[in-house]
């Protein structure tokens, strides 16, 4: 059982994933801070990750209305009794990365979905949700040959 992030870290064998959890935990801790939340590093390792297997994302459909688009991430277990399922969802870059036919976007793979509570300014709690995800790097800029 993950009773906190530093247990996360610490029951996380994949290096790269242990790098990913613990930058991503400090990115969070900035830019909460930088919207005048202030959460330190130990009080962020000190609280509990709630992890999900999937997560309903509002997305635009084809023709534009919302629509809400079911993105699983089990980790190493299985899914309905099939393979484990770690789905790609498409991610928004910068401007600067434009990648031609891809429209400016890139299929990220994920690997964990966490959610956790902090308090507002009232002491009522929000949800934060914080997803590990793989990216992809595409091949001639995404430019179609």
């Given amino acids: 059982m993950v009773k906190d992030f ?12 242990r790098v990913a959890i613990y930058s991503g935990k400090r990115e969070f801790v900035k830019h909460m801070s930088s919207n005048k939340t202030y959460i330190s590093d130990e009080q962020l390792h000190a609280m509990e990750p709630c992890i999900h297997h999937g997560i309903k994302v509002p997305v635009a459909g ?22 484990r399922r770690k789905d790609c969802v498409w991610v928004k870059q910068l401007p600067r990365r ?48």
């Avoid at 530093?6 to 994933?17: C, F, K, P, S």
């Fill in 6 to 17: 530093r247990a996360l870290l610490n029951n996380t064998h994949d290096a790269t994933h």
């Fill in 62 to 83: 084809l023709d534009g209305e919302r629509i809400s688009q079911m993105c699983r991430c089990t980790g190493s277990q299985s899914w309905q009794r099939g393979d």
């Fill in 98 to 145: 434009c990648y031609g036919a891809l429209n400016g976007c890139l299929p990220w793979q994920l690997q964990r979905l966490f959610k956790i509570k902090l308090p507002n300014d009232d002491g009522a709690p929000i949800d934060y949700w914080l997803a590990l995800a793989l990216t992809t790097i595409p091949e001639n800029s995404g430019k179609l040959v």
